[in-house]
Each structure stands twice: as structure tokens, then as C-alpha cells.
């Protein structure tokens, strides 16, 4: 994995699904932009490359593909994000905030039957972010949050593959530096204060 050679900084939000990291990329763009800085909030999968499009159709149970073909799709979709928007930004200064990044890839991989060795082999050519925060939320947490906001589950939203998921995001930051996991199961204040007190203290932002 290649540690991050341009000006701008990229930062990773990361989670089960229901843990809040879309709340809290949005709570941190809102906060940098109002102190000057140009920010580029992202998330993955994308929705414009034909890898995304095919994703979408899989998570929303629309198709079904093996596990290995998911993740290769997702691994496409993100060099595609990378090249085209992810590096521009970041050479232009830019901060880049991802709305999920390979560590899903690695998590929710895993929790389909894939080899943890061969995900990150798949990815080891793109960068490493800056900063990831990854908020902890028990499963059962999650799936009542979802339910809360009326909409259809996923295929990774289920209890006990989120149970999965969650025993691989627990290792990453052992594997993968500038990894940190959050309390996520607090008010949203206080879960951004300390994500804000990680960006101070990791970005200097």
C-alpha cells in the first residue's frame, strides 16, 4: 500500500453499515470548509463507473455474483476513484473525505468466506489514507438504526455477518497505520469531538 506523496490529505470513514460514518464525513467536511478549506467529500462504491453500477445491483440482492467477482468489482471501482477524482483532488491541495474506502473491502470480504491475505493483495497498489476512523456499533445497534429510517437492507445487513464484519475491522488498526476505531454508540457530538481531536492531532487541520 503506498503512503499518501501528494499536498492534500485523505481521510477514510468506515464502519458497519448503520454506524453512523456518513453523519460523521458530512459533520467533518461542514467543519473544515467553514474554516477555509477546500474539501471533496466522496463515497464508495461510486455511482458512476460501470464497476459501481454492477456493485449497486448486488448489494440491493437485484443480482447475485461470487464473492471473489464482488470484490474484484469493488477493487475496480476504486482505482477508477482514485485516478479521477481521489488523486486530482489531493494534488490540488484538496482534502479528500471517503465515505468507505478498501477497509470495507477487507471487512465485508471476510465476512463473505474471503481470504484476508488475498483482499489486501488486491489492493496494495493504491494509497493508504491519512487518517481512518472506523466508529464502533454493535450489530444489533446498526440494524435497529436502519430499520428506524425505513430502508430495505442490504446484503451485508444482516446480524451475524455484521458480527463478521466487525471481527476484521477490529484487526486493521494492527495491520494498517493511521487507523483508529471510535466509540460510535454516543451522541453524535461527542463521537465528532473526538474524531475532530483525532484530525487536529493526526492532520494538523
Not at 464482488?70 to 483532488?89: A, G, M, V, W, Y
Not at 444482516?158 to 487507523?179: M, S
Request: charged share 30%.
Amino acid at each position: 500500500m503506498i503512503k499518501n506523496p501528494y499536498l492534500g490529505k485523505f481521510i477514510a470513514f468506515e464502519g458497519l453499515d448503520g454506524s453512523g460514518q456518513s453523519t460523521q464525513a458530512g459533520l467533518l467536511t461542514d467543519f473544515l470548509v467553514e474554516k477555509g478549506l477546500e474539501v471533496v467529500l466522496t463515497k464508495e462504491p461510486t455511482r458512476n463507473s460501470e464497476a459501481g453500477k454492477k456493485i449497486r445491483q448486488v448489494l440491493d440482492k437485484n443480482t447475485r455474483v461470487e464473492p471473489g467477482y464482488l470484490q474484484e468489482l469493488f477493487t475496480q471501482d476504486r482505482k477508477e476513484h482514485l485516478d479521477k477524482l481521489i488523486i486530482p483532488s489531493l494534488e490540488e491541495n484538496k482534502i479528500v473525505i471517503s465515505d468507505r474506502y478498501f477497509f470495507s473491502t477487507f471487512a465485508y470480504g471476510v465476512s463473505d468466506g474471503l481470504d484476508l491475505e488475498w483482499l489486501i493483495k488486491n489492493n496494495s497498489e493504491f494509497l493508504v489514507p491519512d487518517l481512518t476512523v472506523i466508529l464502533k456499533v454493535r450489530p444489533e445497534v446498526c440494524l435497529e438504526r436502519i430499520e428506524k429510517r425505513g430502508n430495505a437492507k442490504t446484503l451485508f445487513e444482516e446480524t451475524k455477518k455484521l458480527e463478521k464484519v466487525w471481527q476484521t475491522y477490529a484487526i486493521l488498526p494492527k495491520r494498517i497505520k493511521n487507523v483508529y476505531i471510535i466509540e460510535g454508540e454516543r451522541p453524535i457530538d461527542e463521537i465528532f469531538e473526538d474524531i475532530k481531536s483525532q484530525v487536529r492531532s493526526k492532520l494538523n487541520l
